[in-house]
């Protein structure tokens, strides 16, 4: 199983800021099949990213995503007050899929 | 537009079994498969297994495997999973999310349910 360890905990930041979050796997994922999620109180997840890179239909270009192997990123560029959430990574490559235990991004 | 509607709260003792539905539109269903992954309360998510629509092969997470069945009935386009000797461990929301037709993964969730909470307690 590959274990998806997401740094930091919690972000602070303020709106307009830049939001940096990591994710590192145990061991190398297939094909880069990583993706990123936001998630609110209360609602399901939202794909934000897949392929490591690829934004998902009607996702802002503020966000991006990197890396390849076992280290990724994802890059939230100017943090508007709707960014302010938990998210997760997910390896889809290989059975178990299984996630990151997320990042809470807050407001400081 | 696609769509995932799921079955709404359930109340169960430790022991007994519940079932969730996650009924699909806006897509041909037996292309896909559904994923389900389940967050207990303030916690993370976690992947319970998956089933195609389009042959009926499962597969299952390790930790629940011999308690939990997926099935999905293509007359009706509804996705079910049913978990067995509930524990209050188990008290959760559990979501639905369309995935891979032949295997479990390949492709990201970019369509979820709504989620439905399952609260297991004595």
């Known amino acids: 199983e590959i274990v998806l360890t997401q740094s930091p905990g919690t972000l602070s930041l303020s709106p307009g800021e830049r939001a940096t979050l990591s994710c590192r796997a145990s061991?190398?994922?297939?094909?880069?099949?990583l993706a990123w999620y936001q998630q609110k109180p209360g609602q399901a997840p939202r794909l934000l990213i897949y392929?490591?890179?690829n934004r998902a239909t009607g996702i802002p270009d503020r966000f991006s995503g990197s890396g390849s192997g076992t280290d990724f990123t994802l890059t939230i560029s100017r943090l508007e007050p709707e960014d302010f959430a938990v998210y997760y990574c997910q390896q889809y490559g290989s059975s178990p899929l299984t996630f990151g235990g997320g990042t809470k991004v807050e407001i400081k | 537009q696609v769509q995932l509607v799921q079955s709404g709260v359930e109340v169960k003792k430790p022991g007994a079994s519940v079932r969730v539905s996650c009924k699909a539109s806006g897509y041909t269903f037996t292309t896909y498969g559904i994923s389900w992954v389940r967050q207990a309360p303030g916690q993370g998510l976690e992947w319970m297994g998956w089933?195609?629509?389009?042959?009926?092969?499962?597969n299952y997470a390790q930790k629940i495997q011999g308690r939990v069945t997926m099935t999905t009935d293509t007359s009706t386009t509804t996705a079910y999973m049913e978990l067995r000797s509930l524990r209050s461990d188990d008290t959760a929301v559990y979501y639905c999310?369309?995935?891979?037709?032949?295997?479990?993964?390949?492709?990201?969730?970019?369509?979820w349910g709504q989620g439905s909470l399952v609260s297991v307690s004595s």
């Open positions: 089933i195609s629509a389009y042959n009926g092969n499962t």
């Open positions: 392929r490591a890179s």
């Open positions: 999310a369309r995935d891979h037709p032949t295997a479990p993964y390949s492709i990201a969730f970019e369509y």
């Open positions: 061991q190398s994922v297939s094909s880069s099949y």
